[in-house]
């Protein structure tokens, strides 16, 4: 992404008054590096924070002390992790040093957007992708238990996760293409406002239309001295790529739609998440892929099955 300009206004709330803070586009947590200057004010940062804090001491809490991604409290970071560790005699918690934790990230799996399926619902198909990034995780799990089985419990926010995958998309959209472009149909849904569904806006991405190609990252594994497995990354963690959509069942006008693929080195699975529709000075020559044929993701998109990850 390029260099962007300052926003100058709340991309939420549509506040001009300020003051205005930046904002990251994907939590610096997560080792996101985008950001939008002055596009946040306070009351709404304060919301957007409080759903990303959730996401980040829950279902990445893990992968972040694991990995050594940033954080406001280093000095608080954990030097054990929990493990539950079943055998004859029931299951028991093993707070288990990070170097010996066999961790593996679980990321939740989605159906397309709801949009596209014209069934919008408060409810959509989930399965759960189950990612191992430790290259000795099968020996770590053995020597913890050798006859038992080992657990590894993770809180999985959805409603909080749901709304951090809107604030990327819409953040990812007003950065690339400027606030006024499109007619946005996330920020309700970022605040906790109305009664808008997230799952018609939010979904899954389909396996066929377009192919993702994984980013220049090098990932390598050294062994440190006590043993553990560090992994170091060179290059952005996380990907995302800008789609249109023309279709009259929706809007008149063009669908502006972002693909993120978070945890793209992981080759994780990306989410599909609609922003919202063209306005005329939408700058279309900056999507690439506009030439492709509408029918073939349209196609794409009703035909899709998420992959199962078992």
């Given at each position: 992404?390029?260099?962007?300009?300052?926003?100058?206004?709340?991309?939420?709330?549509?506040?001009?008054?300020g003051p205005f803070s930046?904002?990251?586009?994907?939590?610096?947590?997560?080792?996101?590096?985008?950001?939008?200057?002055?596009?946040?004010?306070?009351?709404?940062?304060?919301?957007?924070?409080?759903?990303?804090?959730?996401?980040?001491?829950?279902?990445?809490?893990?992968?972040?002390?694991?990995?050594?991604?940033?954080?406001?409290?280093?000095?608080?970071?954990?030097?054990?992790?929990?493990?539950?560790?079943?055998?004859?005699?029931?299951?028991?918690?093993?707070?288990?040093?990070?170097?010996?934790?066999?961790?593996?990230?679980?990321?939740?799996?989605?159906?397309?957007?709801?949009?596209?399926?014209?069934?919008?619902?408060?409810?959509?198909?989930?399965?759960?992708?189950?990612?191992?990034?430790?290259?000795?995780?099968?020996?770590?799990?053995?020597?913890?238990?050798?006859?038992?089985?080992?657990?590894?419990?993770?809180?999985?926010?959805?409603?909080?996760?749901?709304?951090?995958?809107?604030?990327?998309?819409?953040?990812?959209?007003?950065?690339?293409?400027?606030?006024?472009?499109?007619?946005?149909?996330?920020?309700?849904?970022?605040?906790?406002?109305?009664?808008?569904?997230?799952?018609?806006?939010?979904?899954?991405?389909?396996?066929?239309?377009?192919?993702?190609?994984?980013?220049?990252?090098?990932?390598?594994?050294?062994?440190?001295?006590?043993?553990?497995?560090?992994?170091?990354?060179?290059?952005?963690?996380?990907?995302?790529?800008?789609?249109?959509?023309?279709?009259?069942?929706?809007?008149?006008?063009?669908?502006?739609?972002?693909?993120?693929?978070?945890?793209?080195?992981?080759?994780?699975?990306?989410?599909?998440?609609?922003?919202?529709?063209?306005?005329?000075?939408?700058?279309?020559?900056?999507?690439?892929?506009l030439s492709r044929p509408?029918?073939?993701?349209?196609?794409?998109?009703?035909?899709?099955?998420?992959?199962?990850?078992?």
């Open positions: 992404m390029k260099a962007i300009n300052p926003v100058n206004q709340c991309v939420y709330c549509g506040d001009l008054t930046k904002e990251h586009i994907i939590p610096k947590g997560l080792a996101g590096t985008w950001t939008l200057p002055k596009s946040s004010c306070e009351k709404c940062a304060a919301i957007t924070s409080e759903f990303e804090l959730k996401c980040l001491r829950g279902m990445f809490g893990g992968l972040r002390t694991h990995l050594e991604f940033p954080t406001r409290r280093k000095s608080q970071r954990p030097t054990e992790l929990p493990v539950w560790i079943e055998n004859d005699k029931g299951v028991n918690q093993v707070d288990t040093p990070i170097p010996d934790h066999p961790h593996l990230l679980i990321l939740p799996e989605f159906s397309i957007p709801q949009c596209f399926t014209g069934q919008v619902s408060k409810e959509t198909k989930l399965r759960y992708r189950f990612l191992n990034y430790l290259p000795d995780a099968g020996k770590r799990v053995e020597n913890l238990s050798e006859d038992g089985k080992v657990q590894m419990r993770n809180l999985m926010p959805i409603p909080a996760f749901i709304r951090l995958l809107a604030k990327v998309g819409h953040c990812f959209a007003v950065g690339e293409f400027g606030v006024d472009t499109f007619e946005h149909f996330l920020p309700d849904i970022i605040l906790g406002k109305g009664d808008k569904i997230p799952f018609e806006w939010i979904g899954g991405y389909p396996d066929n239309y377009p192919a993702f190609e994984l980013p220049d990252i090098k990932i390598t594994h050294k062994q440190a001295e006590d043993g553990s497995a560090i992994i170091v990354k060179e290059g952005q963690a996380h990907q995302f790529q800008f789609l249109l959509a023309s279709t009259g069942k929706i809007s008149v006008q063009p669908l502006l739609m972002v693909a993120i693929r978070l945890f793209a080195i992981l080759k994780a699975a990306p989410y599909l998440v609609v922003v919202g529709t063209c306005k005329d000075n939408f700058p279309f020559e900056k999507v690439p892929n509408i029918e073939r993701l349209l196609i794409g998109l009703t035909g899709f099955e998420p992959t199962s990850s078992f």
